[in-house]
């Protein structure tokens, strides 16, 4: 979870997260030097499951989830945002992709979109983007890859890391070699209330259409280097594309 002045949803979404983690589940919370008592708060919880890593300055989102994607441990790692809700059995669902196939390498549900006081104005985020169709052609015309609803398994951090500067979204790029090097499952019923407000971090509103191609023709040239980077089996520490 990277969190960045969100002491106003954060509560509720820690809630919905801790309370579905079992033993040897940790909670990777970045905090990318919030000054809204954000770090106060995580500290006051004194949770077991509760790992909190400080920015020392502001570093944006990108980098504060590449910082937690690092830190993880376990062997499926989940992606979450500071103002959402887990819904009820998230975690056990998600991971039990894992478990039935050994070539997932992630796993997507569906989710309601809420507003900033929690009414669902949307059943399926899904819906809205026209189903979810997951392939790198369809990645390239309309991104359905959302990361707060999403898992990983661990070693697709191998090519995923470090994230190249130039991707569109992190999410998209994670999804794109999530495809690229094994399966991704799809969970076709909401897992996760997404909050859209006027908040947050990722851009909510469409962009023009000459920075939507650009977008795409960057995402499809990285993609390739890293593959073939992958293909010569390179590391985490491969030097990022700028």
Known sequence: MATYN????????????VGQLQLGDE????????????????????????RLIENPANQGVFASFETGLLAATGDV???????????????????????????????????????????????????TRGGFHGSIWSTLVRNRYLGCAMAIRRDLLRAAL??????????????????????????????????RHGGNVSPSTPQGILQM??????????????MVRVGMGSRLAVRPEQ
């Open 6 to 17: 969100g002491l106003k949803y954060l509560p509720i979404q820690i809630d919905t997260v």
């Open 27 to 50: 909670l990777v919370v970045v905090d990318d030097a919030s000054s809204d008592g954000t770090v106060d708060y995580i500290r006051s919880l004194q949770s077991r499951f509760i």
């Open 77 to 127: 790692i989940f992606l979450c945002d500071q103002d959402d809700v887990w819904l009820p059995g998230k975690r056990d669902t998600m991971t039990a992709c894992f478990d039935a196939d050994a070539s997932v390498q992630v796993v997507i549900s569906d989710a309601q979109l809420v507003d900033g006081q929690g009414h669902v104005f949307a059943p399926s985020f899904m819906a």
């Open 162 to 195: 470090p994230i190249p500067k130039r991707v569109p979204m992190h999410d998209m790029w994670v999804g794109a070699l999530g495809t690229l090097l094994g399966r991704v499952d799809y969970v076709d019923r909401p897992l996760i209330q997404y909050r």
């Open 213 to 226: 191609v650009r977008w795409r023709l960057t995402l499809a040239w990285l993609l390739a280097i890293r």
